[in-house]
């Protein structure tokens, strides 16, 4: 069964970096079937997805943030990571990875982390 | 302002049958295919439909989905109090080369 596990600070000032991780466990995040991908829910709010990585290094992001996203994987630990920069407090919001399996007939966000709140704030 | 647009909240009683509406447009819902996440309280999303009408195994089939030219619908039949979710659609869009969502229908089973 795959899992993934989002870490990081739960808080970030303004302007500062926002810096999460996701460790994969259950299956390797250099299968070629997947992408691995960041989602954002603001409190009360909708999904928003962030941006996605490839193993290969490949990656795909939301034009609304591409400015201030940055999606790096590290297949040695299993593991991809998000940097936002300038962060306000709109981009508090529930972060969550999810892997996404995709083929030539569908991209399905199938196996999601629990997801963590990340509060900007000073 | 989420890209794709659904109305915020939906209602029913058990037994009935319940229509959830996404409205996209010829970049997206209309060249793409059409996915419907639930996500009950508490919980993350999970897939309900992909390519606009197909069931993962284990999915019931009292739920179903349709795609006509820039809009899609899920449709929840015999409704269920564990039904009581938020609903979201997705597809890709390809204008802005990405993933949009919905801004998702909160379903209460009255």
């Known amino acids: 069964q795959v899992q993934l596990q989002e870490s990081g600070p739960g808080l970030v000032k303004p302007s500062q970096t926002l810096s999460l991780t996701c460790t994969v466990s259950g299956g390797s995040i250099s299968s070629g079937d997947y992408y691995w991908s960041w989602i954002r829910q603001p409190p009360g709010k909708g999904l928003e997805w962030i941006g996605y990585i490839y193993y290969s290094g490949s990656t795909y992001y939301n034009p609304s943030l591409k400015s201030r996203v940055t999606i790096s994987v590290d297949t040695s630990k299993n593991q991809f990571s998000l940097k936002l920069s300038s962060v306000t407090a709109a981009d508090t919001a529930v972060y969550y990875c999810?892997?996404?399996?995709?083929?030539?007939?569908?991209?399905?966000?199938?196996?999601w982390g629990q997801g963590t709140l990340i509060t900007v704030s000073s | 302002q989420s890209v794709l647009t659904q109305p915020p909240s939906a209602s029913g009683t058990p037994g009935q049958r319940v229509t959830i509406s996404c409205s996209g447009s010829s970049s997206n819902i209309g060249s793409n295919y059409v996915y419907w996440y639930q996500q009950l309280p508490g919980t993350t999303p999970k897939l309900l439909i992909y390519r606009n009408n197909q069931r993962p195994s284990g999915v019931p089939d009292r739920f179903s989905g349709s795609k006509s030219g820039t809009s899609a619908s899920l449709a929840i039949s015999g409704l269920r109090s564990e039904d009581e979710a938020d609903y979201y659609c997705a597809a890709w869009d390809d204008s802005l080369s990405g993933w949009v969502f919905g801004g998702g229908t909160k379903l209460t089973v009255l």
């Open positions: 999810a892997r996404v399996w995709y083929s030539s007939s569908w991209e399905i966000f199938d196996y």
